[in-house]
């Protein structure tokens, strides 16, 4: 891809722009700063999208000088940039970081912090507005927020705004508790709890997508449609995360929060370009909107797994209790099958077929629509070979829609399922963490997720962990590198409907 030029970027620069700011960002030594925030910082920076003047101060444990902690910022920018990264305004970009080592439990590293932020901006002549990115160990959420509060760095002449990574607790009662910490130094609208998965482009252009088409806007009719299936699969295991994932799961990691804003993304339907409010608002209602799994329906709409030893792109691999860091009687889930309900109006009656989990053939994240077949063909007309209509947006690795309908094959006269797909031209896409940090910058939280909506998500699934907790729906498994466990086959032969 060929960026810009940087000597035209002051020219360029638009409404597009967020105003002049610091990014502090807590955990800037860690693995998401180097693979995912740096590198979005930087695209942002050659797509003339950051503020004319702004400073980057990192933060993290380990001494580093500017210098050092500049060159580490470049070689994540080589390393994992979606393009090619110019030496051409590169050195006015890096020269715009700085570094602090940091202890988040000492008030005299707030102290430090807070004049380096100041002098930076008197530097700069930039205002005081101040966002904080934290990717830190959750126990250290509550420590940050509340220094900052007492440390007076929070209390700025411009905006500030703080930047959550997940996990946002690990059950209702810490998520709540986690929130009323925050919620003593920010306010709701300054707190952005970031999940990528809003930040994936198709995710983000869903709305507009089938607004802009009427086509695609009339098969959004419940009349038609027979089910919703969202399938997030991975071929990658725990990989070094056990002592996290050990505890997540499947259900806390993607489920609590990846899947149920693609319910809730997915099940939005509106008439209109909407404000940010009437989409929070419109997600908020589905949420509650969304049935309990309750104890009797445990069994028959729950599917819990783990995976066993497989072969995954022809290399054998362990089972999950086999792989490092995880006790070997582990009954962790790492993939989760679920049919759900939206008891509203529009998607009464209309099953929401969910399946995410690691180690699974391919990697895909995507929604496909199944639509009914129609009720009466000619009576004594009987055509063999109908599959049902399909429309799949595929949301990653590669974006697409396609829709799949019935063709007659004139060689044997019998019909066969045919698809049609369209992608999009660009193959260097923005990648999640730029568009949502560019969001952030400019104010707009549209795209990350609200308190209510967390809350109710960690409502929904409360009910789920205590039955794990309690073992009260079985764990089946699963060989890695298949397409999941076959109770999650019968889950939908129940209702005699297919994953797709
Ligand atoms: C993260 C989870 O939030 O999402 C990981 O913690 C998972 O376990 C990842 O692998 C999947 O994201 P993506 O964008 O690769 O589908």
Not at 26 to 43: E, V
Not at 457 to 479: C, D, G, K, M, T
Request: glycine share 4%; hydrophobic share 35%; net charge negative.
């Amino acid at each position: 891809m060929q960026f810009n030029n940087f000597s035209s970027q002051t020219e360029e620069h638009s409404e597009r722009n967020a105003q002049g700011m610091t990014v502090v960002l807590f955990g800037a030594t860690g693995d998401l700063a180097k693979r995912k925030l740096f590198p979005a910082l930087y695209n942002l920076y050659v797509e003339n999208k950051m503020p004319k003047a702004f400073s980057v101060i990192g933060l993290g444990r380990t001494p580093y000088t500017d210098d050092v902690f500049q060159t580490k910022v470049e070689q994540s920018l080589r390393t994992y940039s979606r393009g090619n990264v110019e030496d051409e305004g590169l050195q006015p970009f890096l020269n715009s970081f700085r570094y602090c080592t940091f202890d988040a439990t000492e008030i005299t590293s707030y102290k430090k912090l807070n004049e380096l932020i100041g002098q930076r901006e008197r530097e700069l002549a930039i205002p005081e507005n101040r966002l904080f990115y934290l990717s830190v160990a959750p126990s250290l959420i509550d420590v940050i927020t509340s220094n900052l509060n007492t440390s007076g760095i929070i209390q700025t002449s411009g905006w500030k705004r703080l930047i959550v990574e997940k996990p946002f607790g690990s059950d209702l009662a810490s998520a709540r508790d986690l929130n009323e910490k925050l919620r003593t130094a920010f306010h709701e609208d300054e707190i952005y709890r970031i999940d990528h998965y809003l930040g994936k482009p198709m995710v983000q252009n869903l709305e507009t997508l089938i607004l802009v088409n009427p086509v695609l806007d009339s098969l959004f009719n419940h009349k038609l449609i027979a089910n919703v299936q969202i399938t997030a699969s991975e071929t990658v295991g725990v990989e070094t995360r056990a002592p996290y994932y050990d505890k997540a799961g499947a259900i806390r990691d993607m489920v609590q929060n990846h899947m149920l804003q693609l319910v809730m993304m997915t099940a939005l339907h509106l008439p209109k370009k909407a404000q940010p409010e009437e989409i929070r608002t419109k997600k908020v209602e589905i949420m509650e909107a969304l049935r309990p799994i309750h104890e009797e329906n445990l069994q028959t709409d729950l599917i819990r797994a783990q995976y066993d030893k497989g072969e995954i792109f022809g290399i054998d691999v362990p089972a999950y209790r086999e792989e490092p860091g995880v006790p070997n009687s582990s009954m962790n889930d790492t993939y989760i099958a679920a049919r759900l309900f939206i008891d509203n109006e529009f998607w009464k009656g209309i099953p929401f077929y969910i399946r995410t989990g690691k180690r699974l053939d391919k990697k895909s994240t995507r929604i496909v629509f199944e639509f009914k077949e129609r009720p009466t063909l000619m009576e004594d007309y009987h055509p063999e070979g109908l599959a049902p209509n399909l429309l799949i947006l595929e949301i990653s690795p590669n974006e697409s829609i396609s829709l799949q309908v019935n063709m007659k094959d004139p060689s044997t006269n019998r019909f066969q399922p045919s698809t049609i797909t369209f992608t999009t031209n660009s193959s260097n896409q923005p990648e999640a963490y730029e568009l949502l940090l560019h969001d952030a910058m400019l104010g707009n939280a549209t795209f990350f997720a609200n308190w209510k909506e967390v809350e109710l998500s960690w409502q929904w699934i409360q009910p789920l962990l205590e039955a794990f907790e309690e073992n009260r729906l079985p764990l089946v498994s699963y060989a890695a590198g298949s397409t999941g466990p076959k109770e999650a086959k019968q889950l939908l032969a129940k209702d005699h409907v297919n994953w797709w």
